[in-house]
Every structure is written in structure tokens, then in C-alpha cells.
């Protein structure tokens, strides 16, 4: 790997001015970017680590608004989101492997928007609010394609904020090498609306999946989207799965997180 | 170069490293602790797990300099202080919990943060937090029958199945 200066502001102000440095990168977690950058896909000049800034860190609930620091260990938020939002906290705990939990963060996770994470179906699908150093960002806008988002040169995530639904689930289906998502659906229902979001599926990345929400709107039931079937023309087709077969789980997936949602 | 200064195994210690400077070489070239084995150097294989501020961590995917102030655990550091086998270690030994030893480290390592977490875990719950730590001899069971008997469990009724 390319060496590079490291720098650790200690406060979110800090952080901001030294992203403004020419070929600066912020560094959560490092669990995708360190890896990335030993194989020289990524080679920034300045680090800039959000690791040691306190208010960027934590869980906290008011009413029915859960707001998680946008460097807060997936670890954490499975621990303490698990009362106000368990469906988010089993997402966070089912993520790569124990070591992987400890460092990766929900900012990272998001920033990067790996088509296959997890994350971005839970934020998505919450209609949760991304917020950065400038602005405030629904989730709906955030999420621009493959590894792609909203986010300007030098923008940091610092938080987000989750309102919680009623009803809502992760249905995990597990690719086991890379531990990513083959093909994953968060349900999520407040009143009578219904939000699902596909992760792992698309070359797009994460997507909503308004057929299903249509059919779950009227009837919240895995029957629901029986037979109901995803257009697969946009999905990933490689060795662990052909476009059809994601296209398959889509409605497979979402039935299982509609059923979890309803235990 | 850039000075760090971390506690490992109950020792302060410092030294120069680069912004580069992984955990697992400042641990490895930096300080001599070789016990930290690099399997893949991808974050897959865990055998470089140690234990930072308590949490495991794979120590080929963190900067070294990340982690000025940290505390650190490393298998060196799992011995009882009289220099004899821990009772992980010691239940890995009994019950055939490794063969080649090269990812023993990690997982030790990755085990006794289980058990800090959940001291009397279900096979499954073992296994599950072993995820992200690779046995290439394949000695699964024999890891899981000892993760058990270290917890205090009766293993003597389970066999490799």
C-alpha cells in the first residue's frame, strides 16, 4: 500500500478542515478501505481517522427518533439500538463476522454504498435522514447507484437519524465467503405504509422495491408478494447467483422479513 | 515517521511507525510479538485477531497509528502470569483444538472475547462468532469442543460429528 499522512482531528470541526487538504479521505473503520487501498485501488495522500471524535459517537432515542453517530461500531448499535429499533440492531449484528463488528461503522458502511451491504436497506427503507458536516439528506436522495451517493468532496457523515417504525425486519440471505448480502430485504411498516428495500440484488446498488411495497401496503402479508416478481433486467448476475435468481429472492426475501416483521 | 505509543499485554510500549504501519506489523516487526500470525492479509482468514480496548480486531485491518493510547491483548499476553496455559489455552491443548497451530492464535483470541461476552455459549453461538476465523486444517469441532469444555461445559458426550 502507498503511504499517506495520518491525521486524527479530535473534534468534527477538525475533521472538516482537514478534509479540505488536496487528496485527503476520511477513515471510519477502515474495514473496506483498508483493503482497498492494499490493493492500490485507493490511495489517498491524507487519512483523515473520524475514530476519535466523541460526537460523532453513540446511540440515543427521543420519542420515536433513534439517532446513531455515524462512527459507532456496528458492535454497539446491535448491543444498544436492540430496545428502541431491534430490527436495525439484528442488522448491525449480522454484518461480516466479531472482529469486522468492532471497527466497521454505519457512516462508513454508508458512505462507501456497496451494493451488496447492509445498511443501506435498513436506512432506506427506515426513511431515516442522513446527516453530514453540511446538510441533511433523506435517504431516498442519498443513494445514487453503485457506489455512489449524495456526498460532496470533503462532506462527512456524522450521524443518523432513524424514525421508528411500527413493524419492520432484516431478512439476511447470507453469501458466506464475502459475508455480504447475496440478496437481502428490510421491511419496514408505519401505519398502513409500507417500505422495502433490496440490498444485494441490483447493479445499481440498493433500491426500493415499489411493487412489493404497493402489495404490502394493501395487505401486509408474505402472501402478499407471492408470485409477485422483480424486473431482472438490472440485476447482478455472476457465479453465486444469475440475474433470474436474484430477481427470485427479491420477492422470497421480502416475504421472510414481512413474516419476521410479524412474529 | 510518527511516534505511537500503545499498552500491550500490560506493558507500555512505543515506537516509530508510518501512516501505513498496520497493527499486525508494529506488533510483529515493531515489538517481536510473533504470536499474531497474518493469514491473508485480506480480513478474511482471522488468525491475526487481538484484542483492542477488549473488542477483537483483526490486526491487519488497522493502522497502528489509529490506535495511540489503546490497550492492546495479543496471544502473548493469555498466558497466567506464572507462565502456565490459560484455561482456554489450556482446553484447546486438551482437546485437540489445533493442528498446523497457525490460526490458533486468532482463534484463542476470537474465543475468549466470546466468552468475556457470553461465559456459557451454545455450540451454535461458538460457532457463530467464529465466523470470520479460518481453520484451513479444517479442525472445526475439536476448536468448539474446546470453547465449550474452557466454559465449564460437559463436553465428554460430544463427538466430532
Redesign the interface.
Known sequence: MHNFDFVKPSSLAEAVKAMQAEGAQALSGGQTLISTMKQRLAAPAVLVSLTGIAEMKGVSVAGRVMTIGAATPHAVVAKEAAKAYPALAALAGGIGDPAVRSRGTIGGSLANNDPAACYPAGVLASAATIVTSRREIAADDFFQGLFTTALEEGEIITAVRFPIPDRAAYAKFLQPASRFSLTSAFVARTGSAVRVAITGASENGVFRWTEGERALSANFSPQAVKGLKANADDMIGDLHGSKAYRAALVGVMTARAVAMAMA | M?KVSMTVNGRAVSGDV???T?LSTFLREGLALTGTHVGC???QC?AC?VH?NG????SC???A??L?GATIRTIEGMANADGSLSPLQQAFQDHHGLQCGFCTPGMVM?SA??LAENPRPTPQEVRA?L???ICRCTGYHNIVKAVLAASGQDVSAVAAE
Open positions: 510518527t508510518e501512516g501505513r498496520l492479509d485480506t480480513s482471522g485477531v483492542v473488542a477483537p480486531v483483526k485491518t488497522v493502522f497509528l489509529d495511540e476470537s472475547a466470546l462468532y465466523d470470520g476465523n
